[in-house]
């Protein structure tokens, strides 16, 4: 009886002292610019740091980092809501808004352990890109209906890139591919 209470009170004073609060930063940064075809274009990127601090160490454990970004266009009135996903560039032909944008994934396999003989699973992550065009369903001036995003293959994009210009986006470019994946055939 002795044994477990010194084990718990043990496992106590541990998790007092290793125990953390979070400390949260949000970053919102907005830019404006007018595209030369008259668009203009308001992207909005949201950094949110997150700091462990020990409760009673008042030690730093580290700062973990993610980012959101949002699209505005007008006059068109059409919004993006990319979540983690960097906004590359963007596309305009017959009334149709076309976006590219960078997202990590997190690429998850299982193996066979040979000496344990057990199933195990390794994780990491790469940066793919994506691309998407605008659907835009909504009817008497905008107030009724519906519009959203949908994906679409780098073949599709990339014609069309042949009969509009390519506008950049501006971003942080904490996103990018390897020279090697700069095709962009991950989807």
């Keep these: 009886m002795k044994i477990t209470i010194k084990i718990y009170l ?6 007092l002292f290793i125990s953390c609060d979070y400390e949260d930063k949000e970053i919102i ?3 404006n610019t007018v595209l030369s075809n008259g668009r203009h274009l308001e992207v909005e990127k949201t950094t949110t740091l997150s700091t462990a601090i020990g409760l009673f160490s008042g030690h730093n454990y580290g700062t973990t980092h993610r980012f959101t970004y949002k699209l505005r266009i007008e006059p ?3 919004t993006w809501d990319g979540g983690s996903g960097e ?3 963007l596309l305009f032909f017959k009334d149709t808004t076309y976006i590219y944008f960078l997202k990590e994934k997190v690429i998850r396999k299982t193996y ?3 000496i344990t003989n057990t199933l195990k699973e390794d994780s990491y992550t790469e940066i793919h890109a994506f691309y998407q065009k605008h659907i835009d369903m909504r009817y008497f001036f905008k107030f009724f209906g519906d519009d959203y995003w949908v994906d679409i293959p780098h073949k599709d994009f990339n014609a069309i890139k042949h009969f509009s210009n390519e506008f950049a986006i501006p971003n942080d470019n904490e996103l990018s591919l390897k020279p090697m994946d ?3 055939f991950k989807n």
Excluded: H, Q, R, Y
């Design 10 to 15: 043990l496992i106590s004073i541990n998790a």
């Design 29 to 31: 940064d907005k830019m």
């Design 76 to 78: 068109e009135d059409v």
């Design 87 to 89: 906004p590359k560039s």
């Design 112 to 114: 066979t352990d040979s």
């Design 182 to 184: 700069s095709i962009g």
